[in-house]
């Protein structure tokens, strides 16, 4: 009896084991729900399926969870992958065109920049006035 009484307790014998049990399972959870709702993002966002097929697809996953989320990835998940793609392109251009619209408005050609420090060394050298200085600059500038 004291055999069977030992090996119910084994479990909690070791807090740590069980404690990576609680964690694996949490971590697969979690993971569970990540693929579903991007299985269920990529049904809706898709280009290529119309409303029916959107809504057949929505309820298999709904209903049948497990089976429908590997049945879409078996049949869709190459064309998920390009999905995912094309929309991160579409981002990152959409970030580099923001980005060098505002450099372009923040900073001065690089031939003005360069044109002032010539200018500037001419005047530092004393070759121009600080009249001439100005007047240079205000063109330079215009």
Known sequence: MTNERELEMLGYDYPLAGAFWTMLM???W???LVLLFRTI??????DDLGGGSKALWSIFVILLPFLGVFVYLMVRGRGMGERDMALAQARADTQDLALKSYLHDATLPAATADELAKLSELKNRGVITEDE??????RILA
């Open 26 to 28: 949490l971590f697969l």
């Open 133 to 138: 200085f100005t007047q240079q600059k205000a």
């Open 41 to 46: 993002a990529d049904i809706v966002r898709s």
């Open 30 to 32: 979690f993971a569970w």
